[in-house]
């Protein structure tokens, strides 16, 4: 996967619109028709791509996956942020609030 925005802790992300999923078991298998690409995402990523279905933090992301599955705060949130990144790069989230969002720069 192509790497996107740099991704922070406040940043808040949703799933694009165009990919299509299918939740298979503990897996999630999505087809990108724009990009004419497929992708498959393991049990955690597949977890995230699920929590994306609203749009949240990553911070909050990170507090979900800490609680569900056993691993520290500052690899889930390297890992996470990392993940978040190279989805963005393959345009199947959407930053909509924080440091890389579109008009971000000035609020009134």
């Avoid at 911070?59 to 056993?70: K, M, N």
Wanted: proline letters at 5%.
């Amino acid at each position: 996967m192509k790497q996107g925005p740099k991704i922070e802790d406040a940043t808040i992300v949703v799933q694009s619109r165009e990919p299509v999923a299918v939740d298979m078991d503990d897996t999630v298998v999505m087809m990108s028709l724009e990009r004419g690409k497929y992708y498959g995402l393991d049990k955690v990523g597949s977890r995230i791509w699920e929590l994306l279905a609203e749009p949240r933090s990553v911070a909050d992301l990170c507090s979900t996956l800490e609680a569900e599955f056993e691993v520290d705060a500052e690899t889930c949130a390297a890992d996470v942020r990392e993940f978040l990144t190279e989805l963005a790069g393959e345009q199947l989230i959407r930053i909509v609030d924080g440091p890389q969002a579109p008009g971000s720069g000035s609020r009134a």
